[in-house]
């Protein structure tokens, strides 16, 4: 009888409810906390100066940095631009952050 929960036991139901190919169990880095362990730290600037010059405000910089905003397209050309980098380097960060937040939503069991 179905009850209208998915079947977590079958082989379909442990294949769908695996990480997706190319993600582990564990939850991939914000793309924030890259742009600072691996560009904004080692540069020295602050979060101030870095923001002037991507032309954005300190406060979204801020809420970037600290995993409580994404990157968008418009953010990822500006930090390519600045960092000599590519923009799908910073959105393939994000989409694989999102990518596995949306597989932990779909595995979390359904009340």
Do not use: C, K, Y
Request: net charge positive; hydrophobic share 35%; proline share 11%.
């Amino acid at each position: 009888m179905f009850d209208g929960a998915p079947d977590r036991t079958g082989p379909v139901a442990r294949h769908f409810f695996a990480p997706p190919p190319g993600l582990s169990g564990r939850t991939p880095p914000h793309p924030g906390h890259m742009l600072q362990s691996r560009f904004l730290a080692p540069s020295g600037m602050t979060q101030g100066e870095l923001a002037r010059r991507l032309g954005i405000s300190r406060r979204r910089l801020n809420e970037l940095l600290n995993g409580r905003r994404g990157i968008t397209p418009d953010t990822a050309l500006r930090l390519a631009v600045h960092f000599r980098t590519d923009p799908w380097l910073w959105t393939a960060w994000q989409a694989s952050f999102d990518l596995h937040a949306a597989w932990r939503q779909l595995r979390r069991p359904q009340r």
